[in-house]
């Protein structure tokens, strides 16, 4: 069963989608078996949302609004499952900035 | 690129370079690509482990620093640049650092301050594989790799597994080198004398010991032209091959005695008797590389040899350090060692030690046909002490009521004096010619002198002179005369060694094949 799904989610926590964040970000997106890709603008570009290299390449900083979209096997839940975490500041201590 | 050396040993190597002046943590590059590829796939699960081991006692703050570079590490998208790199021939190290660099600079780049600030985490993972890297293998050669270097020191090459092939390719070093001497007993091929130093190699090099140059990353003519060779070479071996089974003769049928040269006792592991006339040299040094060994160790050595032998003749020679070759607690620091306490002059200044080598040959003699020689003998006052040193341990052994039998007792002629007035020793039991030493005493030509190597020739016609007048000397007293350098497994060399009167030579085991070959050419 294929699918595709997008949705959109503003980063509120301190220093972004940084370093353990991604860790967090990345690992959710692996347990899903659709592809998973980011952007910081609705046309792109694109990044593999399961690479920690990529998804810290796009250097998203608090206050971004960032684009997440799916296809395939559980697309949905997939996005669904990765918007929830940004909103949870990553399960992060929201008063604490980590240094990584 | 090509490098012209001096031809130390023949035979062909093609692997990868391998420095051997490196520090420990240098990475050893591979020979092909597939292994430089599992090499840094090693070094990254290596780094990933140590990671995964520290996150288990690290707090949390640390963990999440941890788990940023493990997750890194894992990521095939940080990798990636640099396998395509080592697919198109770059050495995994460099591979890796260049990938990892660019990646660095993306960071640096950055207008956010907690974006620069992560480049310092990615030289950390950077050089946490480089590190892995390094250490894989550590200063031990990979498999069939070609050591290249100013010098090899003995030690270093007897520690060497040479059973997958491989070679040396030196700066310095000389074709009379003790390294130079096990590298042709023992077949490894080996350059010296390289006109420019290696510069950091990487991947493969082609080495022909046969003609002394060495090819620094091959095109494919090259890697094709130099396969040609080798194989011819291996042919013509081949068929000196077929020469091994039978006695060495000349064209004209005259026997010739073709004995080996050992430096190991294991070396004869490796040699059928059948295919020689007995061992024309045994030297003693080796067993003293790094400690003096004991009576026991060495009786043990010289048995070995013996029972080896069977009714063939054994000739052992008394330990020969000094010169170039030290041993800590023996020998002395020499300005000028080649014409210092070396040889039988150091076993007379250190009675302790030599008694102990005396014993332990008296004791192995029964057990085989052994002939026992001194080195550096100089004048016959020296071989008249050591003699009288062997009667007297010989009598304090059979007080003893120990097995022990005496031996004919024969001196090296390598000192100029002796081989210009051989008639002081018209007593001893034989005369065994050292080519190596006597030529450079002859020529004034330190043997482990690159510089003056050219001048290092037995072929001179002085140094041919000598031979001959010790071999008619020899003929004359009814004293059986050999000689055992370099020169006697020396194809170029040999008819003139027969021509000059010789009838026995004692050559490195891989060159019995080759000796005999080129005797049977000789029209003496």
């Known amino acids: 069963m294929s699918a595709?799904?997008?949705?959109?989610?503003?980063?509120?926590?301190?220093?972004?989608?940084?370093?353990r964040p991604s860790v967090k970000f990345t690992k959710l997106a692996k347990s899903f078996a659709a592809d998973v890709e980011i952007a910081l603008a609705a046309n792109g570009p694109w990044f593999d949302a399961k690479s920690i290299v990529k998804?810290?390449?796009?250097?998203?900083?608090?206050?971004?609004?960032?684009?997440?979209?799916?296809?395939?096997?559980?697309?949905?839940?997939?996005?669904?499952?990765?918007?929830?975490?940004?909103?949870?500041?990553?399960?992060?201590?929201?008063?604490?900035?980590?240094?990584? | 690129?090509?490098?012209?050396?001096?031809?130390?040993?023949?035979?062909?190597?093609?692997?990868?370079?391998?420095?051997?002046?490196?520090?420990?943590?240098?990475?050893?590059?591979?020979?092909?690509?597939?292994?430089?590829?599992?090499?840094?796939?090693a070094a990254i699960g290596k780094a990933v482990n140590r990671l995964v081991a520290m996150v288990e006692t690290a707090d949390s703050d640390a963990a999440g620093i941890l788990e940023f570079h493990i997750a890194m590490l894992e990521d095939d998208a940080l990798s990636g640049p640099a396998f395509a790199s080592i697919a198109s021939g770059i050495p995994a190290d460099a591979a890796w650092r260049q990938a990892l660099d660019a990646e660095?600079?993306?960071?640096?780049?950055?207008?956010?301050?907690?974006?620069?600030?992560?480049?310092?985490?990615?030289?950390?993972?950077?050089?946490?594989?480089?590190?892995?890297?390094?250490?894989?293998?550590?200063?031990?050669?990979?498999?069939?790799?070609?050591?290249?270097?100013?010098?090899?020191?003995?030690t270093r090459f007897l520690e060497t597994d040479w059973s997958q092939g491989g070679g040396i390719a030196l700066k310095a070093g000389s074709t009379a080198s003790h390294v130079a001497m096990l590298a042709r007993s023992r077949g490894v091929p080996m350059v010296v004398g390289l006109r420019e130093p290696l510069t950091a190699g990487a991947g493969m090099a082609l080495l022909d010991a046969e003609h002394g140059t060495i090819v620094l990353a091959p095109s494919p003519m090259e890697i094709g032209s130099f396969r040609q060779a080798s194989s011819s070479f291996a042919a013509r071996q081949g068929k000196a091959?077929?020469?091994?089974?039978?006695?060495?003769?000349?064209?004209?049928?005259?026997?010739?005695?073709?004995?080996?040269?050992?430096?190991?006792?294991?070396?004869v592991d490796a040699i059928d008797i059948a295919t020689c006339d007995g061992v024309g040299l045994m030297r003693t040094e080796f067993l003293f590389g790094k400690t003096l060994p004991d009576e026991e160790t060495q009786y043990r050595a010289y048995r070995k040899v013996l029972e080896w032998a069977g009714e063939k003749p054994v000739t052992i020679r008394t330990v020969d350090?000094?010169?170039?070759?030290?041993?800590?607690g023996f020998t002395v620091e020499e300005d000028n060692p080649f014409l210092g306490l070396r040889g039988i002059r150091l076993s007379l200044a250190r009675l302790d030690i030599f008694r102990i080598q005396i014993r332990a040959l008296l004791r192995a003699a029964p057990h085989g046909n052994l002939k026992v020689m001194f080195p550096m003998i100089a004048t016959s006052e020296e071989y008249d002490r050591a003699a009288a040193l062997f009667a007297e341990e010989r009598a304090a052994l059979a007080a003893r009521g120990v097995a022990h039998k005496m031996p004919p007792l024969g001196i090296m002629?390598?000192?100029?004096?002796?081989?210009?007035?051989?008639?002081?020793?018209?007593?001893?039991?034989?005369?065994?010619?050292?080519?190596n030493d006597l030529t450079q005493y002859v020529m004034a030509a330190a043997r482990d002198n690159a510089a003056v190597a050219h001048l290092n020739s037995v072929r001179h016609p002085a140094v041919l002179r000598l031979i001959g007048s010790v071999a008619a000397f020899g003929r004359e007293n009814g004293i059986p005369v050999s000689l055992c350098g370099d020169a006697g497994g020396d194809p170029a060399s040999i008819p003139l060694l027969l021509e000059a009167g010789l009838?026995?030579?004692?050559?490195?085991?891989?060159?019995?094949?080759?000796?005999?070959?080129?005797?049977?050419?000789?029209?003496?």
């Open chain 2, 321 to 328: 350090a000094g010169g170039d070759k030290p041993v800590p």
């Open chain 2, 503 to 524: 009838r026995d030579l004692s050559v490195a085991p891989a060159q019995l094949a080759m000796a005999k070959a080129a005797i049977a050419d000789v029209p003496v």
């Open chain 2, 1 to 41: 690129m090509r490098i012209e050396g001096v031809p130390a040993s023949a035979g062909y190597a093609e692997g990868p370079l391998f420095d051997l002046g490196r520090p420990e943590g240098i990475y050893a590059s591979k020979a092909s690509s597939a292994e430089e590829k599992t090499s840094l796939e």
């Open chain 2, 241 to 267: 091959r077929t020469f091994l089974a039978r006695p060495a003769a000349t064209k004209r049928g005259t026997a010739v005695g073709v004995q080996v040269n050992i430096a190991d006792p294991h070396d």
């Open chain 2, 104 to 154: 660095i600079a993306g960071y640096e780049a950055s207008d956010q301050d907690y974006f620069r600030a992560r480049a310092t985490d990615l030289r950390d993972i950077r050089d946490q594989v480089l590190r892995a890297l390094t250490e894989d293998g550590g200063s031990t050669p990979p498999a069939g790799a070609i050591l290249h270097g100013v010098d090899i020191a003995p």
């Open chain 1, 4 to 19: 595709a799904a997008e949705a959109t989610v503003l980063i509120t926590h301190d220093v972004g989608l940084h370093a």
């Open chain 2, 413 to 435: 002629v390598e000192v100029p004096s002796v081989a210009i007035a051989p008639e002081a020793f018209a007593g001893v039991a034989f005369l065994s010619i050292g080519s």
């Open chain 1, 55 to 100: 998804v810290m390449a796009a250097k998203a900083p608090k206050g971004t609004v960032l684009h997440i979209r799916a296809n395939g096997d559980g697309a949905s839940d997939a996005v669904r499952a990765l918007i929830e975490l940004v909103q949870r500041d990553f399960d992060e201590d929201a008063g604490h900035v980590r240094s990584a």
